[in-house]
């Protein structure tokens, strides 16, 4: 006979704002909550499946051989390993198969491996991770991740369902807890999943998501994104059940508690004089007192601030205050938002027809009469036109700062123009081919020489017909001097190889 340890565990609820999930229930046991219900899930066991002891259910995985009757997978990608489960990496608690999400591994918090920094555990559930997050690379499925869904049909709306499943983890290497995500119609809710190596003993967790239904039809989906630490384990899915609420073991605790719960998440890491929006994922409250202390505006009584903006470098407590009709909560994040240190001063300064801007930006715009120019993404442009230019310049954090210089007359000397002969060098800088204008000197007598800042001669392909056009491509990019004479005179100019 089956024992319902519910007397003997430790459980814990977590309750929501939204009408439409109540709460959520998790019990440290293997065993079954409610037994003799009508499952609303087909398959929920994973045992119907032409996969065998170890088959690929994924069909974007390149290893995609069968399938699992009922439900779909989706996501993930050409290198997701997802697989029917036998009692091998963990103990299987219904029947003989379970799902094993496999998906290698994936960032929780940051682009930074290993960052479980941002994770915030409230009794059954897990909030606060900043917005694409938990992500993996495209060829495990991204932010999407890799997920098995099935719809239900036939449910009465406005009546509560119970959602039961089993959750455990894989393997010896992996003792510490993963992260999931279980979705019953209303969006992604993350939810932590442990160790259970096969033969070991240790209990999963039995999970149960009371929801009120809202439509005819709900598709339950359940998400992996992968490892979220080297030690973490990814999800191992068995005994899906979905059933009225009035089968509910009366054992059960009722969904009561709704104490309300202060959580937030915003881009935390701007740049200097500009602003970032907060998304409030507060549960089980009606009203809302911010704090941003160094920001414009420094308080708010909205549920999603918005345009919230900082001047100064430095690092920005936040908080937040959460409250219903009988209690409140509060959230206090230290150093929780980071502006940027100011980018270094930028100025533009024209020399001949080039304009220089300071370099050891990351990137650089230059535009024309406040129009980008296509491809003018240097520390220097050749000014074709006169008139107002300037440079955004973009620093390391993604900063930027800006540059203008208006009334530019282009061409002036004496960067590509020898006054003496009027010889003229274009484009400049170059990058493969230069041109020549030869001017008042003798074209058919023409003789060309470059050289480098060091006075040594540079061997290049001159061809001596009209236009004249010399071949640079092969020259290292730098600065260099051509002499051309024609036998008479001798002019000297200078020129930028790209």
């Not at 058919?444 to 006075?455: H, T």
């Not at 061997?459 to 009209?466: P, Q």
Request: charged share 10%.
């Amino acid at each position: 006979m089956k024992k319902i340890l519910l007397t003997l565990i430790t459980s814990a609820a977590f309750s929501f704002c939204q009408a439409q999930v109540i709460c959520i229930l998790c019990f440290d046991q293997n065993d079954s909550i409610s037994d003799n219900v009508t499952n609303l899930i087909q398959n929920g066991g994973f045992e119907i499946n032409n996969c065998g002891a170890m088959g690929y259910f994924c069909p974007n995985s390149q290893n995609y051989t069968c399938d699992l009757t009922g439900w779909t997978c989706t996501g993930g990608g050409p290198y997701t390993y997802a697989h029917n489960l036998q009692n091998s990496l963990s103990d299987i608690v219904e029947g003989l198969n379970g799902a094993y999400m496999g998906n290698y591994y994936a960032n929780a918090c940051s682009t930074a491996p290993e960052d479980t920094s941002c994770l915030h555990d409230t009794a059954c559930a897990t909030f606060n991770l900043p917005p694409g997050y938990p992500t993996n690379t495209v060829d495990y499925g991204g932010n999407t991740g890799i997920s098995l869904s099935q719809t239900v049909n036939g449910l009465t709306i406005g009546a509560t369902y119970v959602l039961e499943f089993w959750a455990g983890g894989e393997g010896s290497f992996w003792p510490d807890r993963g992260l999931f995500g279980v979705d019953v119609g209303f969006g992604d809710t993350l939810l932590r999943n442990k160790q259970t190596s096969f033969g070991s003993g240790v209990p999963g967790t039995r999970f149960l998501v009371e929801f009120v239904a809202v439509a005819t039809s709900h598709t339950i989906k359940f998400t992996n994104w992968g490892h979220i630490c080297s030690s973490c384990t990814e999800l191992v899915l068995d005994d899906v059940k979905l059933y009225t609420l009035a089968e509910l073991n009366p054992s059960v605790p009722p969904c009561l508690g709704l104490n309300p719960i202060a959580l937030f998440s915003a881009p935390n890491h701007i740049c200097p004089g500009t602003c970032t929006n907060f998304t409030n994922t507060s549960v089980n409250c009606t009203s809302f007192i911010w704090s941003f202390p160094g920001g414009t505006p420094s308080v708010s009584t909205d549920v999603n601030p918005t345009g919230i903006c900082y001047t100064s470098p430095g690092t920005y407590a936040v908080s937040l205050i959460g409250s219903n009709l009988t209690t409140s909560d509060t959230l206090t994040l230290n150093n929780y938002l980071t502006v940027y240190p100011y980018p270094p001063p930028q100025g533009i300064l024209q020399n001949g027809d080039t304009l220089f801007s300071n370099q050891g930006a990351v990137s650089y715009q230059w535009f024309y009469n406040s129009v980008p120019i296509t491809g003018a993404t240097d520390y220097y442009y050749v000014a074709m036109q006169s008139g107002n230019y300037n440079v955004v310049a973009t620093d390391n954090n993604g900063c930027e700062v800006e540059a203008v210089l208006n009334d530019v007359i282009a061409a002036v000397s004496p960067l590509s123009w020898d006054e003496k002969s009027g010889v003229r060098l274009y484009p400049n800088p170059v990058k493969d081919e230069l041109f020549i204008d030869a001017g008042k000197m003798h074209t058919e007598k023409l003789l060309l020489s470059v050289f480098n800042l060091l006075g040594e001669e540079m061997h290049v392909a001159f061809v001596n017909e009209s236009p004249l056009r010399m071949d640079v491509k092969n020259l290292p990019s730098g600065t260099y001097w051509i002499e051309a004479t024609d036998g008479v005179q001798t002019s000297h100019s200078r020129f930028f190889k790209q």
